[in-house]
């Protein structure tokens, strides 16, 4: 259930609550295609749900934030306006004091004081992801690419502590470091408590005397980086590759993320792919189909020789070994297959006509003239 004032991401990408990360991620690019700003230039209602969508797979797409979302109905430090409340009126205390209070009125059945996550813990930056478009030839010989990503990156005026150059960082006297205070409130059914950001620190768990002006006490800016990324030589249509500590900056002195890319290859005029074999077209005559002759085919690597044997047929498969794409996995390449087409010509000259016709004859087939 989403937070009070909140959109349900769920319904916004038109997925249930159960779907696969793989639903999510097919339900986000379908939508994107159709209510791109691309797509439909000048539609302000397309522009706001295509905010909305992607909104939404920011969220959904990432475990942890999802997680949060399935719990509370909100992601992020601080909760929405109006979230969580039972509408009484109670007295503001820290972690530590409600430890202390359960603790006494229980005897310690509650295990002392709670503590939850300490918001000053390294905290790993979020994946990216980045499409690139090869043509079939740069997938065989492999390539490397410059890209701009968009990313959150560690402040370099203040190194991401939030505080500016000279300022110190400071525990939140409020919070006591904790990044959460809780509230005794008064219900129908009698005193209970809630938890809440602090809202000194808002859940940072500390304070600074003054803020970073580069990055205003975030610790992270955002920035587009140029990252070389190398396409392996018989990369397919679709494979996605890793690029190690290349997505946002962590937190806290967290670890980045990832850059995940996804390889697009478009279609080549010449030849086409199957798995790690090319697939292209020959033309001969009829005379050299019957008597056998020598072709040309061209390759990635240059033209090759290929013998056509004496009375191949129309629709043969030849095969020149080696000539296909680089196996990924393993050492070598895959095959090129050659299928043979025979050449009717349209029209013929008097004497291709007589000596076809002296052929015909020769055969002892019928022909309409």
Same mark, same amino acid.
């Given at each position: ?129 980045? /499409? ?38 400071? !525990? ?15 219900? #129908? ?39 070389? !990324? ?36 478009? #279609? ?11 697939? /292209? ?44 794409? #680089? ?12 299928? !043979? ?29």
């Amino acid at each position: 259930m989403a937070a009070p004032g909140k959109k349900d991401y769920y319904e916004i990408l038109g997925v249930s609550r159960e779907a696969s990360s793989d639903d999510i991620k097919k339900a986000y690019r379908t939508l994107t295609r159709k209510y791109h700003p691309d797509a439909n230039p000048g539609d302000k209602e397309a522009e706001a749900k295509y905010k909305e969508i992607n909104e939404a797979n920011e969220v959904l797409s990432d475990p942890k934030k999802r997680a949060q979302y399935d719990q509370f109905g909100y992601v992020g430090d601080v909760p929405p306006e109006g979230f969580g409340g039972f509408g009484g009126q109670g007295q503001t205390f820290t972690q530590e004091d409600i430890g202390d209070l359960f603790g006494n009125l229980f005897g310690g059945g509650f295990g002392g004081r709670r503590r939850s996550a300490n918001p000053n813990a390294p905290r790993r930056g979020a994946d990216l992801e980045a /499409t690139v478009r090869l043509t079939l030839e740069e997938a065989y010989r492999g390539v490397t690419r410059k890209l701009e990503i968009p990313r959150l990156d560690t402040c370099r005026r203040c190194g991401g502590s939030g505080a500016e150059p000279g300022s110190s960082v400071n !525990v939140c006297p409020t919070c006591h470091g904790s990044g959460q205070v809780f509230q005794v409130v008064n219900t #129908p059914f009698g005193q209970m408590q809630q938890s809440g950001t602090c809202p000194t620190c808002r859940g940072k768990g500390k304070t600074v005397d003054k803020v970073c002006t580069e990055c205003r006490g975030k610790g992270r800016v955002r920035r587009t980086a140029t990252v070389d !990324v190398k396409i392996p030589a018989g990369a397919d249509n679709g494979m996605r590759l890793r690029v190690s500590s290349k997505g946002e900056a962590g937190v806290n002195g967290g670890p980045s993320g990832d850059l995940f890319i996804l390889t697009e290859v478009m #279609p080549d005029a010449r030849f086409t792919r199957r798995d790690d074999d090319l697939n /292209t077209t020959v033309e001969i005559t009829f005379p050299q189909a019957a008597l056998g002759c020598e072709v040309k085919v061209e390759t990635f690597d240059g033209i090759e020789k290929l013998d056509i044997p004496a009375g191949t047929q129309a629709g043969s498969k030849l095969r020149i070994r080696g000539r296909g794409m #680089p196996r990924l996995k393993t050492k070598g390449n895959g095959d090129m297959n050659i299928l !043979v087409k025979i050449k009717v010509p349209r029209t013929l000259t008097q004497k291709e006509r007589k000596l076809l016709k002296e052929l015909a004859k020769e055969s002892g087939v019928e022909t309409a003239e």
